[in-house]
């Protein structure tokens, strides 16, 4: 026991350092980090530039509130604006904060055309969009509402993948659509890109907004700056979060002009959101992300490792099922317990994230070379020969 709030199931395992894709516990122990702490890490641990972002930062300016232009949170709005479909951005700290404030840009859309019935938010099942009591309400999932009272109103559920229940659960009360690219806690399942298009589609045809939420398939992760850059669409509004600060906490929502219209002085705002500090790790992240061929080297390098991955699993069908997902954010669906799976990785050194559907996530760094990838696959290859001839 310790002092901690128990609101999470640790594994037994400190770390003291990072360096690149590895972790190194307490114990001096190394652990190649396929998890990047769950899709944050991106380009690995004290990348030399994000470190040196953040000294020259941490020595000049820290904070001093949105009262004020802060001129990295500028250039970091501009850079973000300049590489997507958005005229706008807002920042705050973190993947529920943006999913709220996008539900609010949406409501607000509305409210400001003079159609303030529209409040509504429609999502898909096995969503999930955090952990406030607006996001779980929207999620639906039942584990993590239970003894949370009555779920906030405002949202609207229909099955993933079935676009005639969408079109039915339209009303004149609906404000947005509001889906991730790749569901990642659901257990790493893509949308197909048809599907996507045709989200996109219904969104138009009703006069409603379409949020996509890239928390954690966005920066870069699915081998794209953003994951909806594959379908060759455009939302109203994206949110992103986890891998925007390669570890340190800024989350943001990137909107065009006119989505973004509602959100007038007053309106909204977030006393961190965007400051100095996180404006500069998050720059940092873009220097790197935005360079010439970084996200082809990622597709590419994410492509065989997929390969890899399919094929080292395919032996061993008695405890590996399919690998799914996009780019370097990939699933592996278990036939035995996940959990024994992920037992077996940390014996082996190899740090995973698990998801729901008994999956056993990848993600690893970016950065991640054809060394690291080789190690995981090993790792993966043994696991799956020792738990096929029965376990020990
Ligand atoms: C992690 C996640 C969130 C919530 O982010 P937090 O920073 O934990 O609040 C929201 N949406 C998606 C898709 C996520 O993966």
Redesign the pocket.
């Known amino acids: 026991m310790t002092a901690v709030m128990s609101t999470y199931g640790r594994y037994d395992l400190a770390f003291e350092r990072g360096e690149g894709p590895y972790l190194f516990a307490m114990d001096g122990r190394r652990y190649l980090d396929f998890g990047t702490g769950?899709?944050v890490t991106s380009l690995g641990h004290c990348h030399p530039h994000l470190v040196k972002a953040l000294q020259e930062q941490v020595a000049t300016l820290w904070h001093c509130s949105n009262l004020y232009t802060i001129p990295g949170q500028v250039k970091l709005a501009e850079r973000l604006a300049a590489n997507s479909f958005g005229d706008a951005v807002f920042f705050c700290n973190?993947?529920?904060?943006?999913?709220e404030a996008a539900i609010k840009l949406c409501r607000r859309y509305h409210f400001q055309k003079g159609d303030e019935k529209r409040w509504r938010t429609l999502t898909v099942e096995g969503a999930?969009?955090?952990?406030s009591l607006a996001?779980i309400a929207a999620a639906k999932n039942a584990k993590h509402l239970e003894g949370f009272g009555k779920p906030v109103d405002g949202f609207d559920q229909v099955p993933f993948g079935d676009l005639d229940a969408l079109r039915a659960a339209i009303t004149d009360e609906t404000a947005c659509i509001a889906f991730?690219p790749v569901?990642?806690?659901a257990g790493i399942i893509p949308a197909d890109l048809d599907y996507l298009r045709q989200l996109r589609k219904i969104a138009d045809e009703f006069g409603i907004l379409l949020l996509l939420?890239?928390?954690?398939?966005g920066m870069g992760r699915t081998g794209k700056l953003f994951a909806h850059e594959w379908a060759g669409i455009t939302p109203d509004v994206m949110?992103l979060?986890?891998g925007l600060g390669g570890g340190f906490p800024i989350?943001a929502i990137v909107a065009t002009a006119e989505a973004a219209k509602g959100l007038t002085p007053g309106t909204h705002g977030s006393t961190f959101g965007g400051n100095p500090l996180a404006s500069a790790a998050a720059n940092a992240v873009l220097d790197v992300m935005l360079e010439d061929g970084f996200m082809e080297g990622v597709d590419k390098k994410a492509r065989k490792f997929w390969n890899d991955l399919k094929e080292v699993t395919g032996r061993y069908p008695k405890v590996y099922e399919t690998v799914r997902g996009a780019g370097m954010m990939l699933g592996i669906k278990c036939v035995v317990p996940a959990g024994d799976v992920i037992t077996k990785f940390h014996e082996a050194g190899l740090l995973p994230v698990p998801a729901g559907d008994n999956v056993v996530r990848f993600l690893p760094p970016l950065t991640a070379e054809e060394s690291h990838f080789a190690e995981a696959l090993e790792i993966v290859d043994a696991t799956g020969k020792a738990l096929e001839a029965g376990g020990g």
């Not at 973190?94 to 999913?99: I, Q």
């Not at 999930?128 to 952990?131: A, E, Q, V």
């Not at 939420?213 to 398939?217: A, I, L, S, Y």
């Open positions: 769950i899709a973190s993947g529920l904060e943006s999913m999930f969009h955090g952990r996001t991730e569901q990642g806690e939420d890239e928390v954690q398939c949110s979060a986890k989350g």
